[in-house]
């Protein structure tokens, strides 16, 4: 199911392009003044860098490169934004948009990264204050050194502009040697007394230089032997506070860089949620955009979204995608491997790229699936369709789904056979075992249908956990014991569990039950056309219908007047009207000329055959006449199924090995029961009355004579369900 779907107008499309187009531009001015901050912090540390053991340039290089890259890409965008007012227009970057949205994704990750790295430099920072600072007291007394003589007038400009002292402290300077040999009296005895005193040989006193005094002292600076109160007319040396600056200069360096560092990362992070902003726009920009060139009407509404899929079922999938890249990197040899590491970082991050593209696009493998199972559920229909010439209705989906349960636990030929038979075996890839299971279940939640699947086995058969757990997980199906011997009691818990699962919408899943039976498969689904525009119920009045030459029945004729996809297949002589419902689900219905029988297309339909009509369909101005109808229909599969490939399963050959350890477990019955309901029902009732009455009436098209239906879900082209109305006041 799609993440954060919202329904665009035309209008509502084209204000967003013009905001986006506007933030955009915004954007560009973010990009400058991240710019700006980063050659601002370069600056600053390269001030003092002589007195830092190492250059801090990660922070200052991330923020300069990546406002550089923010005013490329946002003006790139605000010019695909832009252009996004036109459907024509956008045609040219439909291509790129992904990829742009890709990049924008990395590039707003490293505005966030810089951000972090803002609040995050402080401990390398330090460290390196830490080691510079100590050099640098120790060079202090360098004057007359090539390389160190500026240290001295570095330390005492520090000392004075930030008011500290040493390094830690004031007393730092009691350890090292900072008055240089020049400037010592080697005549007198104190002198050589203390350089002697020291191993090293240096000449220590608990002093420090001038520039440690403080600027507000109220009494003369008192520097040298700080710690002797004798040595000094009436001094407290408990209170050097009123003499000497106390606070270190590591620690004064690191407020003052810790305040510009907060304050830019503050900056920086209200930057990166303001490009996250921008990015959500451009994501739904373009996948409204991508859904309106499908539907093929620029002014139709469109939804948008933020993923196509749950954000576990992406997580799972890039997941899969991940290790299977871990197993390749094993399997390589040790030059290849090196040769891999070698991989420039510009070929890292488009391996990245095509990565996010697999998260983003996944779909693609989910349209595919539906495509190769349309060929299943079109052979299904014809199958059940040719044995009657009643009213019919079939879940293909949910016949879909109830197959792939009893392949999750299957093994040998009867799993290769229900794969074949749904027509989804050559999705399978080496390494990704769950691969079916997960884009079945993407689809599942995709198209939002009211499905059950239910395994009831005989009492006696426990079922594995594991299988239990993976058909739950996958397919929400349920796998259930029941007292077949009992047969009453058996079709009680049955139908009590179809009409839970449905929410009372399906009420009776069988009608009988054999007391053999090992194990049946129950399928339940329920449809009701909620119209994107739906029928006004004032104009619904009773019509004619033909059901054949002999046979004509009153039925509830309901009157819609709008814009309408519409196309005719000329070799199979039937008129297609596509009805769009909510939830990106659509009916298509197939009128047959009168000279056709229904019968003729319903052996002519395939996979290809469906995707040819959707993609025939023009919007038309257009009058329907269109029958209230309700149907409930009970399939036996297990009739069907065989000559569609799929036997093992109720056979004794049959390999259920992994639904239970009990030898010799077949497939006793497999039912389905589907309900559809079609009325005037939508998400809002429309007045038309102005368009019938006040405007030249358009074209009218009257179903009233048999006809077929298709129910898909738009983006994958998936179907839902086939039925056939041949007289709509049955069932």
């Not at 407020?255 to 726009?281: A, D, K, N, P, R």
């Not at 956990?465 to 079709?491: I, L, M, P, T």
């Not at 046979?551 to 769009?580: R, W």
């Not at 050959?653 to 077949?666: M, N, P, Y």
Request: proline share 3%; aromatic share 10%.
């Amino acid at each position: 199911m799609a993440v954060l779907k919202v329904t665009f107008t035309k209008t509502n499309r084209d204000k967003l392009a013009q905001v986006l187009w506007v933030l955009n531009w915004v954007s560009v001015v973010t990009g400058v003044t991240l710019f700006s901050l980063g050659l601002f912090l370069k600056v600053e540390i390269q001030k003092r860098r002589e007195l830092m053991s190492k250059e801090i340039v990660s922070v200052p290089n991330m923020l300069i490169c990546v406002g550089l890259t923010a005013c490329a890409i946002n003006f790139l965008g605000g010019k695909i934004c832009y252009d996004c007012v036109d459907t024509t227009k956008f045609l040219r970057w439909k291509l790129l948009m992904l990829p742009y949205i890709i990049c924008t994704f990395f590039f707003t990750f490293c505005i966030l990264i810089g951000a972090l790295m803002c609040y995050s430099m402080r401990n390398d920072l330090e460290e390196s204050l830490f080691l510079g600072l100590r050099d640098a007291m120790r060079y202090y007394k360098d004057t007359d050194m090539p390389g160190r003589c500026y240290i001295k007038r570095t330390m005492d400009m520090l000392q004075m502009q930030f008011q500290c002292c040493g390094n830690g402290g004031y007393r730092d300077w009691f350890h090292i040697q900072w008055i240089s040999n020049r400037y010592l009296d080697m005549t007198n005895s104190e002198v050589l007394e203390r350089l002697r005193s020291n191993v090293e040989g240096k000449y220590l006193i608990n002093g420090v230089p001038f520039s440690c005094c403080g600027l507000h002292s109220p009494r003369p600076c008192i520097q040298h032997q700080i710690t002797n109160n004798s040595a000094h007319y009436n001094y407290d040396y408990q209170k050097e506070e009123l003499n000497l600056n106390r606070r270190g200069c590591r620690q004064a360096l690191l407020e003052h860089y810790t305040q510009i560092m907060q304050s830019i990362g503050l900056i920086v992070l209200i930057i990166w949620l303001f490009e996250v902003s921008v990015l959500t726009g451009v994501r739904y920009l373009q996948t409204a955009m991508e859904n309106v060139l499908r539907l093929g009407d620029p002014d139709s509404e469109s939804d948008g979204w933020l993923l196509e899929n749950s954000i576990a079922d992406t997580a799972r999938y890039n997941f899969n995608i991940i290790k299977n890249l871990g197993k390749c990197y094993q399997a390589l040899t040790s030059n290849q491997k090196i040769s891999i590491m070698k991989t420039s970082i510009f070929s890292l991050l488009v391996r990245a790229s095509l990565l996010a593209v697999s998260a983003l696009g996944q779909t693609t493998d989910v349209e595919e699936l539906a495509k190769r199972n349309a060929d299943f559920a079109t052979r299904l229909y014809s199958k059940i369709a040719s044995s009657n010439d009643d009213n019919v209705a079939v879940s293909t989906l949910g016949a879909t789904l109830a197959l792939a349960t009893l392949a999750a636990g299957a093994g040998g030929a009867t799993r290769a056979e229900l794969l074949q038979g749904i027509g989804v075996a050559s999705i399978e890839k080496d390494g990704e075992p769950e691969r079916i299971q997960t884009l079945l279940k993407q689809l599942r939640e995709t198209t939002a249908q009211i499905q059950a699947t239910g395994l009831f086995m005989k009492q006696d058969i426990k079922a594995d956990d594991s299988f239990s757990n993976q058909v739950k997980q996958f397919y929400s199906a349920d796998v259930e014991n029941v007292n077949y011997a009992s047969g009453q009691q058996a079709k009680g818990s049955i139908n009590d569990y179809v009409r839970g699962r449905t929410g009372d919408k399906v009420k009776d899943g069988v009608e009988n039950v054999d007391p053999q039976s090992m194990a049946m498969l129950i399928s339940a689904a329920f449809f009701t056309g909620q119209w994107l525009q739906p029928f006004n119920v004032t104009f619904t009045q009773q019509e004619r219908f033909y059901v054949n030459k002999y046979n004509i029945v009153q039925v509830p004729m309901m009157l819609h007047s709008g814009k309408y996809y519409l196309a005719y297949d000329p070799t199979l002589k039937v008129g297609i009207l596509k009805l769009p419902c909510e939830e990106g689900i659509a009916m298509l219905v197939l009128l047959p000329d009168e000279d056709v029988d229904y019968t003729y297309v319903d052996e002519s339909m395939t996979g290809e055959v469906f995707r040819g009509w959707v993609a025939k369909l023009k919007k038309t101005k257009l009058e329907i006449q269109f029958p209230r109808f309700s149907l409930k229909q009970s399939n036996s599969l297990s009739t069907s199924l065989p000559s569609l490939g799929i036997k093992e399963i109720f056979g004794s050959t049959a390999d259920l090995s992994g639904i239970s350890s009990v030898e010799g477990l077949k497939l006793s019955e497999v039912v389905q029961k589907v309900n559809v309901e079609v009325d005037e029902t939508g998400g809002s009732v429309a007045d038309t009355s102005s368009n019938l009455f006040m405007t030249p009436l358009p074209p009218r098209l009257t179903f009233n004579r048999p006809f077929i239906f298709v129910v898909y879900h738009e983006a994958t082209k998936c179907i839902l369900y086939i039925g056939r109305v041949v007289d709509p006041t049955k069932n």
